[in-house]
């Protein structure tokens, strides 16, 4: 399984990017897609996530009601549309597949800033 991930860029605090993963397939067992991100010197910690077929979403407290995750499935992609953006969002943001209690196909990472 391939993960690309792709939309950072550099936003204003208060504005919107949309993230897009392309997967090239889903591994046997492995029914959800998730995002991930690691702020500068800190750990990664999760952001959201989705079942494959687009039903069942989850999110970090921190991120709720201003991300939204989706799954489009005639295109294969998992996207992240991040909303009121703050300064604190700045990180890199991974793609990831996985099963409810692991993640094992990683994306590259795409690098999000966000200015105050």
């Known amino acids: 399984v391939q993960l690309q991930a792709s939309g950072g860029g550099l936003v204003q605090a208060g504005g919107s990017l949309r993230l897009s993963c392309a997967a090239s397939?889903?591994?046997?067992?492995?029914?959800?897609m998730g995002w991930f991100r690691q702020p500068p010197g800190k750990e990664r910690e999760f952001v959201a996530s989705?079942?494959?077929?687009?039903?069942?979403?989850h999110y970090a407290d921190s991120v709720k009601g201003r991300f939204t995750i989706s799954r489009d499935n005639a295109k294969n992609t998992v996207d992240l549309q991040m909303n009121s953006l703050k300064p604190e969002d700045t990180a890199v943001y991974y793609c990831a597949q996985g099963t409810n209690t692991m993640y094992d196909y990683w994306g590259q990472g795409t690098q999000v800033t966000v200015s105050s």
């Open positions: 989705i079942t494959w077929n687009g039903g069942r979403a």
């Open positions: 397939g889903r591994a046997s067992g492995y029914y959800y």
